[in-house]
């Protein structure tokens, strides 16, 4: 399910620059005060003669500070006799520390340093602050100070920046101009940094979280690919679709940092939107080919703001407004930039008050598909929203040409046709709901009813051609799931559900109504599979589990929204399993979950495995430049994989009770991903730091080994093992003078995670021998004749286990099904790998002899035994043999060099080198390239080390590990380059190096 919700603005916006959608940017034609403020701020050009000198100034800001150690500002024309906008030439540093683990660890994805700390010599501001700004015009002139000329050409560069266009910054100046306390502390900062070119750091008082860094990477279009997308643009422009577009709004943004102000004690201040929405009133008509819509809503809105002058729409990517009015019919003047629509208020609303606005407009939100069918882009794009929260009861009437039939949200109260022959329905929605949606088309329909509730299923009959009975087919896969998640969630909260095929992209799960994207229920039969089609009934099975996840449970904000979406494919799992599968289905297809590992797994383009892009709380901030489909991966599938492990560890039941409490208590609010687990815990009695750390906030798959005997007692067999799971490190480098005066990086190992209150329930199985087969047969690794299956509980690192049967046991899998988030091999049947894992626990206690000695061994280790039988066609001995060669290698090279042998450290490094080929370079280049480069110092060639080092990293930038900037600032140093070495103490410093002896310069 895709919904409006508190995503970042910055997120939100990007969405809309990639679907390129954008509404005609404009100011009303009301005469008055706002209006000639907004073309000030609009247009006002640069005004070099009141240009200001600035040294050692420190702009504070949003969780850090700006410093403009020596320059010149050039502000553009005052507006409301204040400059709010400023060109700044000269040497400046932008710093900021992100306020938690996972936002370090964001900034670290984007920018190589968990810290921001960059020097720039470029940079534009806007300054909502009066304090601030009069502070900068209180400076002394800048004269003829030959920096001040470049100023007017870089504040057009910005004002025609897709930047500035897609945040709206005209609606917030404007806020701010006409005096309204949330425009009051708006501030952005657009800056050409040293390293990291162009970026944004934006604090925005709308936004809940009101701190967002990031920068704006735009599309990657060839030439014709432009000129293809311009005569797009054109000819959708002509027909009143994307106005006001233009090709450099196409892109993504990558958010490096996105969190909340803190107040002085260091809580959270959330921004605000001023308002939330209790009721809309919409009326609405559709005329004409294009179904072009005409309306008029009248939204109530409660007023949390004290003193609030202005309100704000989002008014998606096709709506115009024409007038819009306060609840006694007053004209009221307004703005519309982009996608917002910013109304001023006649006077100031009270905090607490409520306040009716009347929003009149039009706009094109269906297009005609190929197929004849109507396609709606957004679902909720076709009336203005307000609000972070979002959700509010509804009553809408609609109208529609009489040939078409109109299926929507809602309990229609009366219908008719009016004087134009037009169709005409009353619908209302009494339940406080995140949206109101509706289709139009020509629909076969089937209709039922589950208990109390009537549902209609419409396929469209211009969209789906010949599929005659496919509404039946849908019906019935809608009350298998309606049914059941009844009797597990609780009662569904309306008397009616309407579900509807759609030729969108997506499925959608809206309260009572449903839509399903066409090319997910066409019947694919045994091609489903193939071609990588969820099953449709589990896919039917998931949109309807959003009536309770999403709907009657909400989620607060994007970083709560992965329980929606885990929560609706866990409810499909479910069902998957107790009614499908568990009712002796035959044959079901891809499931919610299948393939969850190779996702997860796969590389993006520069390296990373897929899964380290970020939490599941990361929501939509984790598709950017680095993956298009991360989201998907880790909020739907990950997300998934950890309920499920939870449901093992509370037991199905249990559970699900905790499931329907949650339910029952939340009753159409929203709720955090803290309240979710909170609520476990206090009803589970399972305490579940680890499992937030690890799961929820964490990135990361834990590995776990284990080892297993088997023997006879008395009459029968037990299993006697020993699960040891690995705590996943953090690496701490520090610059260290060793006892002949020479200098070394070192690296420490640090447990990431505490996995002693770690509880895992984890599938087993055991594969049987023959009751009669002989003895000895059997030990030898004879025929498996049955399976045994379980469930182990593994408690904290290391945890014994003894499973006793009666049968003669010949192998046991943990996890053989990959249900559990985490990576189990057997030790007995991982040769090499288990000595790899066993060497690093001896190296990190100290025991080094006998790392070495385990490490030298495992080469002649296979790398898996010939009983291990779950490897698919696919699994590649021969390169998951060299990756742990490679891996051997380096490790025996770094044991050498903390050894001081260095002949012993150069000849593993050369095997290494020797060993690695292109598809192993992501993984192990810039370990190599630094185990090189401390060789090298080590050895008295800084200079080679520095050379190799800096030629490494400019070919490719991603080998900058926090190893390599730590040697870079003592390769420089030693190799007596004053100038690089400032700069790497300051990149190694921004990383946490401890650079100790080095004698950095202080900040
Ligand atoms: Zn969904």
Aim: proline share 5%.
């Amino acid at each position: 399910m895709t919904a409006r919700s508190s995503v970042p603005r910055i997120a939100l916006r990007a969405c809309l620059a990639a679907l390129a959608v954008r509404a005609a940017a404009g100011w009303a034609a009301e005469p008055g005060e706002p209006a000639s403020l907004a073309a000030a701020i609009r247009s006002g050009g640069a005004r070099p003669d009141l240009a200001v000198r600035v040294q050692g100034f420190r702009l504070g800001t949003g969780l850090g500070a700006v410093f403009l150690d020596d320059g010149v500002l050039v502000p553009a024309e005052p507006v409301a006799g204040r400059p709010v906008e400023w060109v700044f030439v000269g040497e400046g540093r932008a710093f900021m520390e992100p306020p938690d683990d996972v936002e370090r660890g964001q900034m670290e994805l984007f920018t190589g340093a968990p810290v921001l700390d960059e020097p720039f010599d470029r940079a534009v501001f806007a300054i909502a602050l009066d304090a601030a700004a009069d502070a900068l015009v209180g400076l002394p002139r800048a004269g003829d100070d030959p920096r001040v000329g470049g100023a007017a050409a870089l504040l057009e560069q910005w004002r025609s920046s897709p930047e500035r266009r897609l945040l709206d910054e005209d609606a917030r100046l404007l806020r701010d101009a006409v005096g309204d306390p949330l425009g009051r502390g708006f501030f952005c900062g657009y800056f050409n940094g040293d390293k990291l070119g162009r970026f944004l750091w934006v604090v925005d008082p709308l936004a809940e979280e009101q701190v967002i860094v990031g920068r704006f990477v735009a599309a990657q279009l060839t030439d014709p690919e432009r000129r293809r997308a311009e005569r797009h643009l054109e000819s959708e422009q002509r027909r009143g679709k994307l106005i006001g577009l233009v090709v450099d709004d196409l892109g993504v943004w990558d958010t490096w940092v996105s969190t909340s102000l803190r107040g002085t004690d260091g809580t959270p201040t959330p921004g605000t939107a001023g308002v939330e929405p209790r009721h809309y009133a919409i009326d609405a008509t559709l005329d004409g080919k294009q179904l072009e819509l005409a309306a008029v809503a009248r939204v109530e809105l409660d007023v949390l703001v004290d003193g609030l002058r202005a309100v704000t729409f989002d008014v998606g990517s096709e709506l115009v407004p024409l007038a819009v009015r306060d609840g006694g019919g007053r004209p009221l003047v307004f703005a519309h930039t982009v996608d917002e629509l910013t109304v001023l208020l006649a006077e100031p609303a009270a905090g607490g008050s409520s306040l009716t606005l009347e929003v009149e407009y039009r706009g094109t939100p269906f297009e005609r598909v190929a197929s004849g069918a109507y396609l709606q882009r957004d679902p909720l794009g076709w009336y203005p929203h307000a609000g972070l929260v979002d959700r509010a009861t509804y009553e809408v009437v609609l109208r529609w040409p009489r040939k078409l039939q109109l299926l929507g949200s809602g309990r229609v109260v009366a219908e008719g046709v009016d004087q134009e022959k037009r169709s005409w329905q009353r619908r209302t929605l009494e339940v406080r709901s995140l949206g109101f949606s509706f289709e139009v088309g020509d629909f076969d329909t089937a209709s039922g009813r589950i208990g109390d509730i009537e549902v209609t299923v419409g396929i469209d009959r211009l969209g789906q051609g010949a599929a005659r009975g496919l509404a039946a087919e849908v019906l019935r896969s809608v009350e298998g799931p309606l049914a059941y998640y009844q009797t597990i969630f609780g009662p569904y909260p309306l008397g009616e559900l309407v579900v509807v095929s759609s030729p969108r992209a997506f499925s959608q799960g809206l309260l009572g109504f449903v839509t399903l994207s066409t090319a997910g229920i066409v019947d694919w039969d045994k091609w489903a599979s193939l071609l990588g089609y969820e099953d449709r009934r589990l896919l039917i099975a998931h949109e309807l589990a959003h009536q309770w996840w999403g709907n009657q449970v909400g989620w607060r904000s994007y970083r709560d929204q992965w329980i929606s979406e885990a929560m609706a494919n866990y409810a499909a799992l479910l069902y998957e399993r107790n009614r499908l599968v568990g009712q002796g289905e035959p044959r079901v297809g891809l499931g919610p979950t299948s393939g969850w590992q190779a996702e997860l797994a796969r590389l993006t383009r520069d390296g990373r495995p897929v899964e380290s892009l970020g939490p599941v709380t990361m929501g939509p901030r984790l598709n950017s430049s680095l993956a298009s489909d991360a989201y998907h991966a880790i909020v739907y599938k990950k997300g998934a994989v950890v309920l499920d492990m939870l449901a093992r560890l509370y037991g199905e039941d249990a559970f699900l009770g905790i499931l329907r409490e949650l339910v029952r208590t939340a009753d159409g609010r929203v709720v955090s991903t803290d309240d979710f687990l909170n609520l476990l815990e206090r009803l589970g009695g399972v305490e579940l730091d680890w499992f937030r750390r690890q799961y929820v906030l964490g990135t990361g798959l834990p590995e776990i080994v284990y080892d297993y005997r088997i023997e006879g007692v008395g009459e029968g067999w037990a299993v006697d093992g020993e699960a040891r799971q690995q705590s996943t490190y953090v690496d701490r480098y520090r610059v260290e003078r060793l006892a002949d005066g020479a200098l070394d990086v070192s690296r420490r190992s640090e447990p990431r995670l505490d996995v002693a209150d770690s509880v895992l329930v984890v599938p087993v199985q055991i594969g049987i021998a023959d009751a009669a087969a002989d003895g000895d047969a059997a030990a030898g690794g004879g025929p498996i004749r049955s399976l045994l299956t379980g469930r182990l509980l593994l408690r904290g690192e290391l945890s014994p286990f003894r499973l006793e049967v009666e049968q003669r046991p010949l192998i046991l899998w943990l996890d053989r099904g990959g249900e559990v988030f985490g990576r189990f091999f057997a030790a007995a049947r991982w040769p090499r790998r288990a000595a790899i894992a066993r060497g690093l626990e001896l190296a990190r206690s100290g025991a080094l002899a006998e790392a070495e000695a385990v490490w030298l061994t495992a080469f002649d280790e296979p790398v898996v035994t010939a009983d291990e039988q779950w490897l698919g066609a696919e699994f590649d001995v021969e390169a998951s043999g060299r990756v742990l060669d490679i891996s051997l290698h380096t490790a025996l090279a770094r044991l050498y060099l903390d050894q001081g042998r260095l002949g012993e450290a150069a000849e593993r490094i050369g095997l290494a080198r020797e060993r690695m080929q292109r598809d192993d370079r992501w993984l192990f280049e810039h370990e190599v390239l630094a185990l090189e480069a401390r060789l090298a110092i080590r050895s008295g060639r800084p200079e080679q080390a520095l050379r190799e080092l800096r030629q490494a990293v400019e070919r490719e930038p991603e080998v900058a590990s926090t190893e390599v900037a730590a040697l870079l600032a003592v390769a420089s140093h030693l190799a007596g380059k004053p100038g690089d070495w400032t700069a790497a103490c300051r990149d190694a410093r921004s990383r946490g190096v401890d650079l100790g002896p080095l004698d950095c310069p202080a900040e």
